[in-house]
């Protein structure tokens, strides 16, 4: 793969603070950041106007602001009620997953994880997401399993199902590290992939308790920020590995 052209800067965002992370929704017509102060704003791709701006009392509370580490669109019908149409959830350091209804600025709800929550995703349908992040708050240095990947019904905000590795020494079903990325096929409403920095990307089955397989072989990724995608078009994984060879790598899903 290469990259030929020139890009070039039609103008910039002042947002007033760090972006930890950044959206397009499905349209291409709105741009939601994540920034480091917990704030998440609304903006016009075309003008650079700020359209709404998304925050509460959790995300203001305390002299230490909460950083938001991942924002994504929900799925939608046409056929969907209009408040159903205009949501997106968003991951913060401090465990919160929150979903919101931008265009009226309000929190629908929100789930209070036990870590720090760095990465989710929706399934195709938006029925269902996932998230990933450090091992539980509660974990002593006696545990031995990984960093969990939760799944939650979205109309009912409850977890369904914890994905996680097993206790076998000799296996390697699950992450043992911290996982910041998380991504539903986008054609396989069961299937989703993880990677983090136990240099592997995890594949699983959301009604299955460990990873069904993992990728192999040389030069595996070192995955930092929510740096997987997954080409549907040609059933491809790229990920993003915070080193200095081999950066940006393509992987055959199947």
């Known amino acids: 793969p290469y990259v030929e052209g020139i890009l070039k800067l039609v103008f910039y965002m002042d947002v007033g ?7 397009y929704n499905a ?13 998440i704003k609304i ?10 701006v998304l925050s509460d009392d959790d995300t203001k509370r305390g002299k230490n602001k909460m950083a938001v580490t991942s924002i994504k669109f929900k799925p939608f019908k046409n056929s969907d009620k209009p408040e159903h149409q ?5 991951t913060y350091t401090k465990g919160y997953v929150k979903f919101w209804h931008y265009t009226s600025n309000s929190c629908l709800q929100t789930i209070n994880e036990p870590r720090g929550t760095l990465a989710m995703s929706f399934n ?45 020494r000799d296996q390697m079903n699950g992450h043992r590290a911290k996982v910041l990325a998380v991504k539903y096929h986008p054609q396989l409403p069961h299937e989703l992939i993880s990677a ?7 594949f699983w089955d959301d009604r299955q308790k460990h990873a069904i397989r993992r990728l192999s072989g040389p030069h595996l990724p070192h995955v930092c920020a ?3 995608d997954i080409d549907s078009t040609h059933n491809h994984i790229l ?9 940006l790598q393509i992987w055959d899903y199947a």
Not at 17 to 23: A, D, G, K, L, Y
Not at 27 to 39: R, V
Not at 196 to 202: E, N, P
Request: proline share 5%.
């Open 17 to 23: 603070s760090e972006v930890m992370c950044i959206q």
């Open 27 to 39: 349209e291409g017509t709105l741009i939601a950041a994540g920034l480091a102060d917990g704030t």
């Open 43 to 52: 903006l016009n791709p075309d003008t650079g106007q700020t359209l709404y």
């Open 86 to 90: 205009h949501v997106l959830a968003a």
């Open 124 to 168: 195709p349908e938006g029925t269902r997401i996932a998230t990933v992040g450090d091992v539980y708050d509660k974990m002593g240095p006696a545990d031995n399993m990984g960093p969990p990947v939760f799944i939650y019904d979205v109309e009912t905000k409850k977890a369904v199902h914890v994905l996680e590795a097993s206790d076998a």
């Open 196 to 202: 983090g920095w136990d240099d592997t990307v995890m």
């Open 226 to 228: 929510d740096g997987i």
């Open 239 to 247: 990920t993003a590995s915070w080193r200095q060879d081999n950066v």
